[in-house]
């Protein structure tokens, strides 16, 4: 949408917007981009106001939502890449992340340690963070999945401390 320049008429006690000749919007170009509002009632109410600005809140949140998924997909598909197959959506799977969390939180990435944990102590681990993350159960399927995952070990062994240590951070926020 293209927001043409324009200037404020003064029209009682309120001012309304005019469009510009093309000549005269060329030197204010400065003005191309701000909307002119009328003072007093003008239609727009808190209500809506305030709309607008949880919307651009929202937008907001969810440009960085997307960037730290991305990071962790190009993260994960260097350092570990079994792990981004053992679900269909693992960003969108609960269980995925509080298994991820898990992992990385308690072991540091530490796969033997995580491995000696076994299936059904990495389970209630993993319940507990499910839990606290507001759903109910975790996935088994999943669960078990990753914790076949963990003796992969292909890829590149040496950042994966430090990847881990990245992804960690962005879990959290």
Known sequence: MRVQACRRVPVGPLFIRRPMAPAVASEHATWRDLRCLARGDNGVDGGRSRLRHLGARREQLLGEHVGCVQQIHDLLECVWPAALESAKQPFKSTTWVAAMSVIIGRDGGDFARTRRLGPARLERLVR??????????????????????????????????????????????
């Open 128 to 173: 507990v963070e499910v839990e606290r993350r507001g759903k109910i159960r975790p996935c088994l399927r999943i669960l078990q999945r990753l914790y076949a995952a963990l003796s992969d070990l292909a890829r590149v062994l040496a950042h994966r401390l430090g990847a881990f240590e990245r992804i960690g951070w962005l879990i959290e926020d």
